[in-house]
C-alpha cells in the first residue's frame, strides 16, 4: 500500500513536470522520468523525524528536507492536506500536522512522506520503522521530538498527566530508538540519533519535577547508549540531545505575547544546530547533552550570527539556561568492576 502511494506520488510529480515543460509526452515519458525519481530518491540520506507535525519538529523536517534529506514525517495528527485553507497553516496551530508539513516539504521541491505513529503503542512505533524502511531502504538519522508538557509542582500534577509524561517522553523514545537498532545494525552501524532533551543539572527541576523525571529520563539514555556503542567501538554511531538555551517560538510558546515576545527565537536556529551535529564527526557528538546556541558557537558562530533568529528583529532574547553545566564524568569513568549482564544471567537459569 505504501509502495503504491510513492508510485502514485511520484507519478504525479512526474506528469505535473512534463506538463510544465509544454512537450508532449508519452506514456514511456512518465515512466522513465518516474525511474528517475525512484533512483534519485534511494540516493538520498533517510532521515525519520519523530514528532514533526508543527513547531521545531516542523521546521526540523522542513530543513532536513531541503539540505537534501528523504524526511519521513511522523506523528499522531493528520489531515487533508490537499484541501487545508490558508495554505501552509500556522505552524504552531493544530492545524498544521504531518499531511501539511509532506505537502510543504513537496511544494519546495523536497522529498518526504507522513506517517502516523503513536509513540505510546509499541506495535505503531514497530510499524513506522518497518514502514520507513519499506520505503526508503534505511533509516540513517532517527530524530525524536515528541514531547508532552505539564509544568507544575508534585502536588499539582494529577498522575495521570505523570503517566502521559512518562509515555510520550522517556518510553516512547526508548521504544523508538530499540526499534530503530536492529536497523542500524543491518546498516553496519552506521547512523545518527538525535533526542530533544535538557542537560542535566539541579535547577531544572525546580518547579516541574514530574516533567524532568521523563526528559531528564531521555537525557540518561543518550549518555547510556552512548557508552554502550563507545565499548562495542560503533565508530560510525552517534546520539547526542539538544535543548534550547533560549526559549524558542512553537506550540509550548503559544501562550508568549506582546513584549514577552522579544525572548522567543525562531526555530530555524534548532534545526540548524542538528545539521551541524549531523556534519560532525560522530565521535565528536557522540553521548554530548548540547544547548543549540553553545553547540553552534563551538561550530564557528560568533555573536553576530544570532541575530538572524530572533523573533523580535534587533531584540536580544534573555537566555533561559546556565552558562556553565557541570560535568557528569568521575575520576573512575572508565572502571566498569564486575559488569552484570542480566540477559546472560536469566539465560544460565533457562
Not at 243 to 256: E, K, L, M, R
Request: hydrophobic share 40%; charged share 25%.
Amino acid at each position: 500500500m505504501l509502495l503504491e502511494q510513492k508510485h502514485k506520488r511520484l507519478l504525479r510529480i512526474a506528469r505535473d513536470e512534463l506538463e510544465k515543460s509544454g512537450t508532449s509526452s508519452t506514456d514511456a515519458d512518465e515512466s522513465a522520468l518516474v525511474i528517475a525519481k525512484r533512483e534519485a530518491e534511494v540516493q538520498k540520506q533517510v532521515a525519520l523525524v519523530v514528532g514533526a507535525s508543527r513547531g521545531i519538529g516542523r521546521q526540523i523536517a522542513i530543513d532536513l528536507a531541503k539540505e537534501g534529506y528523504a524526511v519521513v514525517v511522523a506523528a499522531k495528527s493528520t489531515s487533508n492536506a490537499s484541501t487545508t485553507s490558508p495554505f501552509p497553516p500556522d505552524p504552531n496551530s493544530s492545524a498544521s500536522t504531518i499531511s501539511t508539513v509532506e505537502r510543504e516539504i513537496h511544494e519546495a521541491g523536497g522529498t518526504a512522506t507522513a506517517l502516523p505513529v503513536d509513540t505510546r503503542n509499541i506495535p505503531s512505533v514497530n510499524l513506522l520503522i518497518s514502514s520507513t524502511v519499506a520505503l526508503y531502504g534505511r533509516i540513517d538519522v532517527l530524530i525524536y521530538n515528541s514531547g508532552a508538557i505539564w509544568w507544575s509542582s508534585i502536588q499539582n500534577t494529577p498522575f495521570k498527566r505523570f503517566q502521559l509524561m512518562q509515555q510520550v517522553n522517556v518510553e516512547g523514545l526508548y521504544g523508538i530508538v530499540q526499534a530503530a537498532l536492529p536497523q542500524f545494525e543491518k546498516q553496519g552501524w552506521k547512523g545518527r540519533i538525535i533526542v530533544v532533551s535538557p542537560p542535566i543539572y539541579s535547577r531544572f527541576f525546580r518547579g516541574k519535577a514530574a516533567y524532568a523525571m521523563g526528559k531528564v529520563g531521555m537525557s540518561v539514555l543518550t549518555k547510556g547508549l552512548a557508552v554502550d556503542w563507545e565499548r562495542e567501538g560503533k565508530k560510525d554511531m552517534a546520539i547526542t540531545s539538544i535543548w534550547p538555551a533560549v526559549a524558542i517560538q512553537s506550540a509550548a510558546t503559544q501562550n508568549v505575547e506582546g513584549e514577552n515576545l522579544q525572548d522567543l527565537r525562531k526555530p530555524t536556529i534548532f534545526s540548524d544546530a542538528i545539521l551541524e551535529m549531523l556534519r560532525s564527526e560522530p565521535a565528536d557528538v557522540n553521548g554530548c547533552l548540547e544547548l543549540d546556541e553553545d553547540f553552534l558557537r563551538k561550530r564557528g558562530y560568533k555573536d553576530e550570527d544570532f541575530g538572524k533568529y530572533s523573533l523580535v528583529p534587533g531584540a536580544k532574547p534573555r537566555r533561559i539556561m546556565p552558562k556553565e553545566l557541570p560535568d557528569l564524568r568521575v575520576a573512575e569513568q572508565d572502571d566498569e568492576g564486575k559488569r552484570v549482564d542480566s540477559t546472560k544471567l536469566r539465560a544460565t537459569k533457562l
